[in-house]
Antibody, heavy 118, light 107 residues
Framework: EVQLVESGGGLVQPGGSLRVSCVAS????????MGWVRQAPGKGLEWVAH????????NYVDSVRGRFTISRDNARNSLWLQMNSLRVEDTAVYYC???????????WGQGTLVTVSS | EIVLTQSPATLSLSPGERATLSCRAS??????LAWYQQRPGQAPSLLIY???NRAPGIPARFSGSGSGTDFTLTISSLEPEDFAVYYC?????????FGQGTKLEIK
């Protein structure tokens, strides 16, 4: 069974940093592009970042480029999102997604909540 | 950026009825459109990809159609578990964008 389990969310002050993690099971992530999609409270979905199979290509939405970094370790079947210079508007549930596509998200984790507030 | 506009914002129907949800793109996206379902308190799940292909395990009552700028998700006969929020998403251009969602509620 394919599973994606996120962790690492929490409360952080504006300007702070946080790293969220995703551990995959039931499939080797080395076969897939992987990404992060976020959802602000009561709002819709926003694609945030994507990384190719061997970690040599990354893509970001403009609003996080230069502040967020996506990375992966295929040997550990894990994905991370390092978030720096956090803003109030980054408050959201962050979902780890598997890409069967490109950019067709066929499996989602349960999400981890990141709250940016003073 | 491609803007996806979903309509209606809210659709009130009864179990057994037919639901028709619309997604319009601000420019042509060929058939590069997916639909997702999000039940309350849950993560989204993939229903339809490339406009009309059902994802594995998705019941046949769900169907997608359209190309270019106009797309439709149809649920032929609503089951209680179908009442949820539905999002469309394009993968044609950067950035990959979602519509704002249609809430399908029980009448």
């Amino acid at each position: 069974e394919v599973q994606l389990v996120e962790s690492g969310g929490g409360l952080v002050q504006p300007g702070g940093s946080l790293r969220v993690s995703c551990v995959a099971s039931g499939f080797p992530i080395s076969n897939y592009w992987m990404g992060w999609v976020r959802q602000a409270p009561g709002k819709g979905l926003e694609w945030v970042a994507h990384i190719n199979r061997d970690g040599t290509e990354e893509n970001y939405v403009d609003s996080v480029r230069g502040r967020f970094t996506i990375s992966r370790d295929n040997a550990r079947n894990s994905l991370w999102l390092q978030m720096n210079s956090l803003r109030v508007e980054d408050t959201a549930v962050y979902y780890c997604v598997r890409d069967s596509g490109p950019f067709q998200f066929d499996h989602w984790g349960q999400g981890t909540l990141v709250t940016v507030s003073s | 950026e491609i803007v996806l506009t979903q309509s209606p914002a809210t659709l009130s129907l009864s179990p057994g009825e037919r639901a028709t949800l619309s997604c319009r793109a601000s420019q042509s996206i060929n058939r590069y459109l997916a639909w997702y379902q999000q039940r309350p308190g849950q993560a989204p799940s993939l229903l339809i990809y490339d406009a009309s292909n059902r994802a594995p395990g998705i019941p046949a009552r769900f169907s997608g159609s359209g190309s270019g700028t106009d797309f439709t998700l149809t649920i032929s006969s609503l089951e209680p578990e179908d009442f949820a929020v539905y999002y469309c998403q394009q993968r044609s251009n950067w950035p990959k964008t979602f519509g704002q969602g249609t809430k399908l509620e029980i009448k």
